[in-house]
C-alpha cells in the first residue's frame, strides 16, 4: 500500500507494509510511480511505514513471476519515472533498505539515511541481483570498485559506511526535515537544476541547456537578485 500525504511544498510518499518491511508487489510499484510522478509539490520525501525503508520486491510475488523480465522491466519504468519527476525527489532511509528498496533510493536525487538505516544487495545469496536499474545507478553513484564489492558480497553497510562509500549523502535524525528545507527554496531553481544535474546528453548540449536555464531564472527572479545586494 502506498500512502500520500501533501503538506504544502511536500508531498510525503509512505511505503506502507511494515509486517513486511514494506516490500513492493507489482501493484505497488505502479501506484508509487503514480504518486510521485503526479505530486504537485516541488519536492517529495519517500519513506517507508515502521522499522524499514522498503525490502524490495516482495518475495511471494517473485517467486510466482510468469514473466521476470516484464517484472523487471516494470520496476526499471517505475525507477526511471522516479529520476525523471519534475519534483526533487528525497529518499528517507530509515531502517532496512535491501534489493529494490536500495534501487529505489538509487532513483532519488538525494538519499539520506538515519543512524539506524542499513543498506544490501543480497540478491547474489538468492541467484539474483537487482535489475530496477540498479546495475547501471549503483557505479555512477559510488564508482564501480565500490559498486562491485558492495553487490558481489551480498553484505549489509550500516549509515555510516554507505556515508563513506557515497551511497548516501547525510546522516539525520528527521529525513522530513531535509525534504522540508529543500521544499523552501525557489521551485523554479530546484526544477532546473535538476534538470541540468540530471541531464545524460554530450556536454555542448548541456552547457547549452545550463545556459537557458540560468537565463529563465534570472529573469524570473532579477528583481529579488538585485535587491538581496542591499542587505
Known sequence: MIRTTDDGDLRVVTIDRPARRNALRPTDLDA?????VEADAPVVLLRGSGPAFCAGADLDSVADLDDPEAFAKRGQRVADAI?????????????????GGV???LACDVRVATPR???????????LFGAWGGTVRLPRVVGEGHALE?????????????????????IVDD????????????????????ERLR???GRE???EREAAGFAELHRANVDDIAASREK
Not at 508509487?32 to 510521485?36: F, M, S
Not at 542499513?118 to 538468492?126: A, K, N, Q, S
Open 32 to 36: 508509487l510511480e503514480t504518486a510521485v
Open 83 to 99: 529520476e525523471a519527476a519534475e519534483s526533487v525527489v528525497v529518499a528517507g532511509i530509515d531502517g532496512a533498505a535491501r534489493g
Open 103 to 105: 534501487e529505489l533510493a
Open 117 to 127: 538505516a542499513t543498506l544490501g544487495e543480497p540478491g547474489v545469496r538468492l541467484g
Open 150 to 170: 558492495f553487490s558481489l558480497s551480498g553484505r549489509v553497510v550500516d549509515a555510516d559506511e554507505a556515508l563513506r562509500m557515497g551511497l548516501v549523502s547525510r
Open 175 to 194: 529525513p522530513r526535515a531535509v525534504a522540508a528545507s529543500m521544499a523552501d527554496n525557489d521551485h523554479r531553481s530546484l526544477r532546473i537544476i535538476k
Open 199 to 201: 541531464d545524460r546528453d
Open 205 to 207: 548540449a548541456r552547457l
